[in-house]
């Protein structure tokens, strides 16, 4: 009965003794929701096994039972390996597998027997795919202004067809599997075959297939289930609900994962730069994009060191405030009790909640927080003396630049180790800072996705990888695939015709 | 975990040994003064209380010490929260304080790693507690009045540069001597009034404001700086001299050897605009420039002499004479050097090129 839930165990057994199909509809009947219909048609005794919940009731209808009824008539000496002349569903499958035939049935499929063949079923898709799931996916929380708005959805197939109406090549392959004992979700790795480094695509097939889990929700926790490091803050994988930028790691030579029920695709191996990359970047000229990439690294940089150094800066090296702003500092700290870290961390975590609780609420209560929280919060905390005008800043501007990244769980990682950053501010002041930076480029040095370094092209230091980091060349500078993910074909198009300058009399 | 914890215990109890200074519970001082009166050391500090905007003002704490080291501390005595020198922007020492040396101040300076070499150092004519009491007083809301105007001066106008570095440079090399900038209180104003001279860290001498002008054009400082020279003899006093600014210059040292002696060849290029100049001088036709321009470069020549007889005479080096010197000749001494210094024969010899006529800036 609980042989679903507990199929860990089963696996532990070599060989698990094969359950007579009869039982397997004895245990399926406790659900209220399994239909089994047995008549007689043309002197056949059949019977039809289904999930009424997970079948769509026009294909059983129009497809399943009407052919069924119909046409064996005509053809007496039918078995269940000839059903696929009669019924007109693709793939229908014979199968004595009581193990496979609980899955199928499970999954939505419709199994057909008959009474001459006790212990065959035919198994026939009829699942309601869509059913209860979204149809599009407007891309909002990837957002770019220029460039395609359609996102990824829950649904797998819908996915697959996404990626493939714009890389039309018979390279691409999708490959298949099943994870999680309970939920059997389909998950899919995608790579095009030629570009993909053969070992990595080996290395992702591994571990999806050494998964042990029982329901996969979401694609980030097979991101998790699959991180070389558990322990990093750091996310090791990009998840993106763009198709464009899955596709462009596709072709850059990445793999990307899917998994049913998710709007999400995992792309691997990734370094710590295709985070704060955007695909708007490759929409504007490459000077705009250039610029506004640059704009996000020092966002960055700022999000991270803006409070931590104020801390500093106020608690042990005054020296080094200019003269000009000793005033306005000193001015706005003077009615603050706390020392600077506790007035940081203060507003630091004010700012925290009211992003959580933003996340929260309903779109509409959310816009209403926000405006309650950034201004009536900030004017009040300063008004009453618990926090000081210029950090009120600091801290806003802080938050404000963590929102520039692009990947979300980037974003996250940026907003959280802003904390270990102010505590060794606070303890050991500047040097406590550098402490800080350096202890996190170790730990980032150590990271690898995939196996891959995920400081590259840092480290190690490749330069011609520059290219597409800090700096997002023109065109005719970007034929090159990344070398570093060791691309099995170098150039995406023609770097030479890429580079012909198109002269007026041509 | 165990090596986490460890982690944590290390850095809160490393934490503890680091001493933190809260800004707002530190007592800044941004100008320091010290004057020696009555076989007494007074210091003066002047801090700022900072409020909103305007209402920012510079306030003052004096105390007397029979040493110099003790000053500080007893200023403690007198503030509520400890006093910090970190944010110094100006030392001024009292005339008689200078005389009797600055070496220990300037010392303990060299070796304090809270002030910054940018500090600006000055001597004043009378006391220097009486000048930051001015400054203090002033409706201004500036509270850093006298950096800001040395800083000024230096920026645009004819007084060459100092600061702490360049002091404890020129002090501590072997071929020159340190200068710094001369106030004088006028009336209810402080006025800076040139250029006040060391030598081996004692004040010795000074330079006026006008003449300072020359020392920075010989420094090698190659911009800014105004002269008034005196052109003609019609008439009354304005009218017969011109305003010199100095748009470019560049002195050229030539060290030789002449028989017996040394002689020192000083060529200064000076471009320099003239901006104000008397009416006669724009009659159309005359090339009266030119003279001008004879007039300029021999009255400048001889304002050097002077200046170089000046140093000679106290046997001082502020210009560094002695250390271009050593970087022409091998094996330089510096006591045979200096003295033969009072009786080098130096020649200046200036050329001036007037370049923007006419049209103000």
């Known amino acids: 009965m609980f042989v679903g839930l507990f199929s860990f165990w089963k696996k532990k057994k070599k060989h698990p003794p094969q359950r007579p199909i009869s039982q397997l509809w004895e245990t399926l009947r406790q659900s209220s929701d399994f239909v089994e219909l047995s008549f007689i048609v043309g002197g056949k005794e059949l019977s039809i096994y289904y999930f009424d919940s997970l079948v769509d009731p026009q294909v059983l209808q129009e497809r399943i039972l009407c052919h069924l009824q119909n046409d064996i008539p005509n053809h007496p000496t039918v078995r269940l390996e000839d059903l696929q002349q009669i019924v007109p569903i693709q793939r229908i499958e014979v199968s004595e597998d009581t193990a496979l035939i609980e899955e199928k049935v499970l999954k939505g499929f419709v199994a057909v027997t008959f009474r001459e063949q006790p212990n065959k079923a035919a198994l026939m898709s009829a699942a309601a795919e869509n059913l209860g799931l979204r149809e599009n996916n407007d891309s909002e929380n990837e957002f770019n202004v220029v460039g395609p708005k359609v996102g990824f959805v829950e649904n797998v197939g819908v996915n697959l067809h996404l990626i493939r109406r714009q890389v039309v090549t018979p390279n691409l392959v999708f490959r298949e599997m099943s994870i999680g004992s309970v939920s059997k979700t389909k998950v899919v790795i ?42 990093t803050p750091f996310p ?65 940089m700022f999000s991270v060191l803006a409070s931590p150094v104020y801390v500093a800066v106020l608690t042990y090296h005054y020296e080094m405030i200019p003269e000009d702003l000793l005033g306005p500092i000193i001015y706005s700290r003077s009615n603050v009790p706390f020392p600077p870290m506790l007035e940081v961390l203060f507003l630091e975590i004010t700012i925290e909640l009211l992003r959580e609780a933003g996340a929260r609420l309903p779109t509409k209560v959310a816009q209403t927080l926000g405006i309650v929280g950034g201004i009536v919060i900030g004017q009040a905390t300063v008004d009453a003396g618990l926090a000081s005008t210029i950090l009120l800043i600091v801290v806003a501007l802080a938050a404000l630049a963590s929102f520039t990244t692009p990947i979300f769980k980037m974003s996250n990682t940026i907003r959280f180790i802003r904390f270990p950053f102010i505590l060794f501010a606070a303890c050991w002041g500047g040097i406590g800072i550098i402490f800080a930076v350096c202890g996190l480029l170790i730990h980032l040095g150590r990271l690898q996705s995939f196996g891959y370094p995920y400081l590259l092209p840092f480290y190690p230091f490749r330069v011609r990888s520059f290219r597409d980091t800090f700096i997002r060349s023109p065109y005719s500078e970007t034929a090159e695939r990344p070398m570093f993910l060791r691309p099995q074909s170098r150039f995406r198009y023609d770097p030479n015709a890429a580079k012909q300058k198109r002269d007026i009399d041509e | 975990m165990r090596r986490g914890l460890l982690w944590l215990g290390a850095l809160l109890l490393l934490g503890g040994c680091a001493s933190s200074r809260p800004i707002d519970e530190i007592q800044i001082i941004q100008q320091m003064g010290y004057d020696f009166e009555d076989n007494h050391y007074v210091g003066t500090a002047v801090y700022p209380t900072f409020k909103q905007g305007s209402m920012t003002k510079p ?122 900038p001369y106030f004088e209180k006028k009336g209810e104003f402080v006025k800076l009034e040139g250029v006040a001279l060391f030598r081996d860290g004692r004040y010795v001498g000074r330079v006026s404001l006008r003449d300072s002008f020359l020392m920075k054009i010989l420094l090698g400082e190659t911009k800014n700086g105004v002269y008034q020279l005196k052109v003609g003899e019609r008439g009354k006093q304005g009218e017969d001299r011109v305003m010199l600014q100095n748009l470019w210059a560049k002195p050229t040292y030539r060290w030789k050897r002449d028989g017996n002696r040394h002689t020192l060849d000083v060529s200064v290029h000076i471009h320099a605009s003239v901006k104000d100049y008397p009416s006669w001088l724009d009659e159309p036709g005359a090339n009266l420039f030119a003279d001008v321009k004879k007039k300029m470069e021999k009255e400048l020549e001889q304002n050097m002499r002077r200046l170089f007889r000046y140093f000679q005479e106290k046997r001082i080096d502020p210009l560094g004479i002695g250390d271009f010197v050593r970087s022409v000749t091998r094996q330089w001494d510096r006591e045979s050097f200096y003295r033969e210094y009072p009786d080098l024969d130096i020649r200046p010899r200036v050329t001036v090129d007037i370049i923007h006529t006419g049209i103000g800036e």
């Open chain 2, 59 to 180: 306030n003052m704490l004096t105390t007397s010490s029979p040493t110099v080291y003790d000053l500080i501390p007893r200023l403690s005595s007198k503030s509520a929260l400890p006093i910090e020198e970190g944010q110094l922007r100006l030392i001024l020492f009292g005339k008689q304080f200078a005389e009797r040396g600055i070496e220990q101040i300037t010392h303990s300076l060299a070796r304090n790693n809270k002030v910054g070499s940018h500090l600006f150092l000055g001597v004043a004519e009378g006391s220097a507690k009486e000048l930051l009491e001015i400054t203090a007083k002033t409706t201004l809301s500036d509270t850093l009045y006298l950096p800001n105007l040395v800083k000024q001066n230096e920026q645009s106008m004819n007084l060459p540069k100092t600061n702490l570095h360049l002091f404890l440079y020129r002090y501590f090399s072997p071929g020159s001597d340190p200068f710094l």
């Open chain 1, 236 to 300: 090791l994988f990009i998840s993106t609900e763009r198709i464009d930028r899955a596709i462009y790691a596709l072709v850059s030579g990445q793999v990307a994962i899917f998994c049913d029920g998710s709007p999400y695709a995992v792309i691997g191996p990734a370094a710590l730069f295709d985070f704060f990359t955007s695909p708007e970047d490759y929409y504007l000229p490459w000077v705009l994009g250039t610029f506004f990439r640059l704009i996000r690294f020092f966002g960055v």
């Open chain 1, 190 to 231: 995608a790579y095009i075959d030629g570009v993909a480094n053969p070992e990595v695509v080996q290395t992702v097939t591994q571990r999806l297939e050494s998964i042990h889990f029982d329901i996969v929700f979401d694609n980030a926790i097979l991101d998790q289930l699959l991180a070389d490091n558990s322990r």
